[in-house]
């Protein structure tokens, strides 16, 4: 059982009398679940026997079963797999996955803390239209009013595996849905005592920085049935640019649980994450030409927290699966960036900011037959409560060399809050070699934000926009077995994306004042229809998908910038169209040869068309997405050796700026233009020493082995011209105990 999270912050800032939404749960139920076989090789050979079960959360203890099963594109990839290929970070793991498009560091979501992933083109700066979990726990600052991962309170060294879900999962999981859920899964209580401690040490060939990634895992299970782990990881060090570019990261976790009985469990867990990331500067063009790793602004950064605390109980039997989950949320984000003028002055901008959230998720399955025909119905509940407190403001100007900031006025300041209440139900049904499933998830949303504007630190004008969402959204997916390895799926459903705070006002100048505006007339809640279909095999060796995909969008929200620099207006970019093709495939040559044991290749490819059906832009590519984006890796294992070489590549991006022109030329400032496609190679060598010392693990290896220079844009407060990473050195070491 898994779950996160931890707060020293009580409950009682929620009222017991805002939780007061009865639901009333009538079902009988179903299941045609397929539970995995434990050994991971043994999966990958042939599909276990089907039982009649109630499967319930099937995030839950993922694994290549359950892919094969879920009636639409799915991967995971776990521990082993990441231990085994060239990944020292989440970004790493992530460009792995079918249809995940990881933006580098750049701009103001260019930390360490932060993530930057887009699926089938949807917008990739700071992740916010897909739903991103921890062990089932969000982990947006506010899952529906501030959804985005400026600060991404995860940590590589503490993940048992990565499930994204791009298809059919919009009735279970919400609100921010369209980019599909992903969900990190930490490393699970053992039965027995066990332990890890390990070091991964990165060295950046561009400017000989250093960075260290230390992680330590402990845990076991009683004989009463009680089980505890700790887990730490961290970040220390330094980046690849030459200077600002200092991150610090602890990452810990208390997870327990307790079986009192075969059926019964609860389990609680506590988190805290705090995370620092200095972050260097856009360059122009000409700064990039001369050297593309300096950094000339030394008072950029970015930092945060977050605890939490999740509760869950569960009861499981052979017809019956019910869990409930509560969580508590309290974090904590600020940032300075600095803006050098023309005339040897800067000011700089600081921008703290307070949320906290409740939630309970109560969720039923029940497995029944109904004629011929093997059912699993599921009905859930999810109510959510945000508080958000908001602070933007600026220095007076001084000497960008020899000055020092002054007090921080204020320019806007806001207070938000979100009630939501979201209840779903599906019922699959299994007949023959056909598993349907039908299902709807209803959400019901109040938001408001309380925004105040200041001229020189004096409130000027104040406004209290509200909004209530009421929406359907149905689903219906359908899986065929056309053989014990080989399954066809289809899918279509409707995802939802609310309102966000600060999507709710902006700021406009009216006479040298800042006057604050409700811009509900002219922006929207974003709907989107989803389509599937596509085919798995797992079997015999072999491992393959294939998923046709095609998201329409009828009215999509766009960050733009009109002056093509610094600060950013929500504005409706109108209809869009995402349509691709996701291809993956592993095979195992083993199964052809004794002689060939151990030799795996892999890989995947995407093609994706991501365009404005509307607008100025209209026929044009959406900005910072790449049609092509591909992975292409083998392996070898041999004794006590393995070997991995790995390959990336992704086509070319638009950056086309916020004017009339959709511009493809660079220009001087380099916060537009076209961003040139590259490849890289990565390659990793380990020995395990257990023969010799057991648990000792030592593995080394080069990322961008032919020190590529690539780069991508950032046209934000930040931005310009940033450079990717150079050729990298890893040594990994680990004992485990």
């Known amino acids: ?36 076989n434990e050994d991971q090789q043994s999966e990958t050979q042939t599909l276990a026997t089907i039982s009649i079960q109630a499967q319930g959360n099937w995030l839950e203890n993922a694994n290549a079963e359950k892919v094969q099963q879920h009636a639409g594109a799915r991967t995971i990839i776990d521990r082993n797999r990441l231990d085994e290929i060239a ?91 369209v980019g599909g859920i992903i969900n990190f899964a930490t490393r699970a209580i053992p039965e027995e005592f066990a332990g890890s401690v390990g070091l991964t040490t990165e060295f950046a060939t561009g400017t000989d920085q250093i960075k260290y990634t230390p992680n330590l895992f402990i845990g076991g299970t009683f004989d009463n049935g009680l089980g505890l782990a700790l887990l730490y990881s961290g970040t220390k060090g330094n980046g690849f640019r030459e200077a600002n570019n200092k991150i610090d990261i602890d990452d810990v976790m208390l997870k327990t649980a307790y079986q009192w009985t075969d059926q019964d469990k609860i389990a609680v867990n506590l988190h805290h994450y705090e995370g620092y990331g200095e972050m260097p500067e856009g360059l122009t063009t000409a700064q990039f030409a001369e050297n ?54 800067s000011t700089l901008s600081n921008s703290p900011r307070d949320y906290k959230y409740f939630g309970i998720e109560p969720r039923y399955s029940r497995a029944y ?90 409130a000027t004008n104040t406004i209290y926009p509200k909004i209530k969402s009421e929406e359907f959204l149905p689903s219906l997916s359908v899986l065929y077995k056309a053989n014990e390895n080989w399954n066809i799926f289809a899918n279509a459903g409707v995802s939802f994306g609310p309102q966000q705070y600060n999507q709710l006002v902006t700021t406009r100048s009216v006479a040298g004042k800042n006057t604050a505006v409700s811009t509900l007339e002219g922006l929207h809640p974003e709907k989107s229809k989803n389509y599937e279909i596509g085919t798995k095999y797992l079997g015999n060796g072999l491992s393959a998908e294939l998923t046709v995909f095609y998201l329409d969008f009828d009215k999509e929200l766009l960050l733009e910038r009109p002056d093509n620099i610094g600060t950013g207006i929500w504005t409706d970019l109108g209809a869009t169209s995402h349509k691709g093709v996701e291809t993956g495939i592993s095979y195992d040559f083993g199964q052809l040869t004794d002689a060939l044991e151990g030799l795996k290749v892999y890989g995947n490819y995407t093609f994706t068309k991501a365009i404005s059906e509307a607008g100025k832009f209209e026929g044009k590519d959406l900005p910072f997405y790449s049609r092509h984006v591909g992975n292409l890796g083998v392996s070898y ?99 485990d105990f």
């Not at 859930?380 to 921080?408: D, K, M, V």
């Not at 070997?643 to 537009?672: C, V, W």
């Open 292 to 345: 593309p790793y300096q950094s000339n602004q030394s008072r950029n950064y970015f930092s945060g927290r977050r605890s939490d605390i999740s509760v869950k109980y569960s009861h499981k039997d052979e017809l019956n699966n019910f869990e409930v989950l509560g969580y508590y949320v309290d974090s904590f984000r600020t940032s300075d960036l600095e803006s050098i003028g023309n005339t040897g002055t």
């Open 87 to 177: 990944t020292t970070s989440i970004r790493d793991a992530l460009k792995q996955i079918p249809g995940v498009q990881v933006q580098d560091s750049n701009g103001t979501g260019g930390s360490d803390v932060s993530l930057n992933i887009g699926v089938r083109g949807l917008t990739s700066r700071l992740s916010p239209r897909s739903t991103v979990l921890m062990d089932g726990v969000p982990l947006s600052f506010a899952p529906y009013g501030q959804p985005q991962l400026s600060l991404v309170p995860v940590s590589m060294g503490n993940i048992e595996s990565v499930d994204v879900v791009r298809g059919a999962g919009s009735v279970r999981f919400g609100p921010q849905n």
């Open 1 to 36: 059982m898994k779950f996160t999270h931890c707060s020293t912050q009580p409950l009682v800032k929620f009222p017991p009398s805002s939780l007061s939404l009865a639901i009333t749960i009538l079902l009988s139920g179903i299941s045609h679940s397929a539970f995995a």
């Open 637 to 735: 294992n041999v004794d006590n050796w393995s070997i991995n070489t790995d390959m990336f590549a992704q086509s070319k991006q638009h950056a086309p700026g916020s004017g009339n022109i959709y511009l493809t030329e660079e220009t001087a400032n380099g916060r537009i233009g076209d961003i040139a496609g590259y490849s890289t190679f990565a390659v990793r060598a380990g020995y395990d020493f257990s023969s010799q010392l057991k648990g000792l693990k030592i593995a080394g290896g080069v990322k961008n082995v032919f020190d590529k220079q690539y780069f991508t844009r950032s046209s934000d407060s930040t931005g310009g011209k940033y450079v990717g990473q150079p050729r990298t050195f890893f040594l990994q070491t680990s004992y």
């Open 369 to 458: 037959n109904w004629g011929a025909m093997d059912n699993e119905v599921t009905v859930g509940y999810r109510y959510l409560q945000e508080e958000s407190s908001e602070f933007s403001g600026r220095t007076a100007e001084y000497n960008t060399i020899t000055g020092t900031p002054g007090q921080r006025i204020a320019n806007t300041t806001s207070e938000g809050g979100t009630k939501a209440h979201a209840i779903y139900i599906d019922n699959r049904f299994g007949i023959d070699n056909w598993v349907i499933t039908p299902g709807v998830r209803f959400e019901s949303i109040d938001t408001h934000n309380d925004f105040t504007a200041y001229q020189n630190g004096v």
